[in-house]
């Protein structure tokens, strides 16, 4: 049975930085994509960055520069540098894995969380100002 655990979540305040890890299991399921989603108080959850098995990112545009995907394959974990942080990226940050390549490329999207058939419980980002 595949499981997402994420950590790394925590309280900061603006202009922090944070760095998120999602570790799958078991090691030898190796997902197509991962991506962070993230859901804050009220809101619909959103996607905020992917990547795929072979390292291609695609992140959203509300984070752009700001937020940092990476992934390592030989311990089959993800992570979710974010920096400069903002009131506005408090929420529950949750990973995901499954195959949601774009079509006829090697890119991953987010734009269909239905594509994603693993995921974590989340971990709670706070931002105060």
């Known amino acids: 049975q595949v499981q997402l655990v994420e950590s790394g979540g925590g309280s900061v305040h603006t202009g922090g930085s944070l760095r998120l890890s999602c570790k799958m299991s078991p090691s030898t399921y190796i997902s197509d994509c991962m991506a962070w989603f993230r859901q804050a108080p009220g809101k619909e959850r959103e996607g905020v960055a992917t990547i795929s098995k072979d390292l291609r990112s695609t992140f959203a545009d509300s984070i752009m520069g700001r937020f940092t995907i990476s992934r390592d394959n030989a311990v089959n974990t993800m992570y979710l540098q974010i920096n400069s942080l903002k009131p506005e990226d408090t929420g529950v940050y949750y990973c995901?894995?499954?195959?949601?390549?774009?079509?006829?490329?090697?890119?991953?999207?987010?734009?269909?969380?239905?594509?994603?058939?693993?995921w974590g419980r989340g971990t709670q980002v706070t931002v105060s100002s």
């Open positions: 995901a894995a499954g195959s949601a390549l774009v079509s006829g490329t090697r890119r991953c999207t987010f734009a269909d969380a239905s594509r994603y058939n693993y």
